[in-house]
């Protein structure tokens, strides 16, 4: 039943690009500390968190590691940007098939109920970046009070390089899909000098409305992120670990595109 469990949060097609980004442990020089445990197991565990939304100290034993086992390498993992390096590696096999649509970009926000930590205001806000199809790309936490036009440029910024078909890695769009809220002066001409064709409704011109029919794809990627119910309410205390589990999510995301696509 663990082995089933196990193979069917993490399948062998998700392990092998997950396995090499994950320190491995290191036992303390005068002995003592916590036991080196199954990474596999552990971060099968986290993704079950992230899955089903239960605290850490309601993981169930039948992972074969504590709650407190999970917790402390998943921190560590936190700070090696483990989501990044697995995020990149799974949209490099994306984009090597030529899966990543680069004639625009599209990006939103939608608000969280959070509890605690830090990045947040009353609720905590996550940030979007997807390509043309809704395969996440980017992603951001802030607190809810902060305008989305001030995540616009770090999205595009977090933009990886993917390699394309062709062989050349790109990692930039030909147009950017956005709300009202990012329709600025400031930002368009920083669009301009990157060579980014801006495509936001005007304010007190078109209605927000008016780009739905491209802007169905991010709401439904936003969709599947909200599909994990880790990220529906926010417990993390800190704004990193929450990030990780977007990020976690995000991987998941592109890893169920190219696996719909292996079969």
Known sequence: MIADLSKRLIPDELWEPAAPFLPSFAARPQGGGTAPCDERAVFTAV???LTSGCAWR???TTF???P???HRPFTVW???GLRRRLQRAVLDELGARGEVDWTSAIVDAASVRAKRGSLTGPNSKLHVLSDAQGIPLAVAVSGANMHDCLALKPLIRGIPAVPSRRGPRRRRPVKLRADKACFSAEHLAWLRERGLVARNARPGIEPGKRLGWHRWNIERSIAW???YRRLTVRYER???HFLAFLGLAAALTCYKKL???AT
């Open 68 to 70: 407190a086992t999970a």
């Open 64 to 66: 074969g590691t504590s």
């Open 225 to 227: 992120l909200f599909g």
């Open 47 to 49: 993704v079950y968190a």
């Open 78 to 80: 936190t700070e090696a």
């Open 58 to 60: 309601h993981l169930p």
């Open 238 to 240: 800190k704004g990193s």
């Open 259 to 261: 696996a719909k696509l």
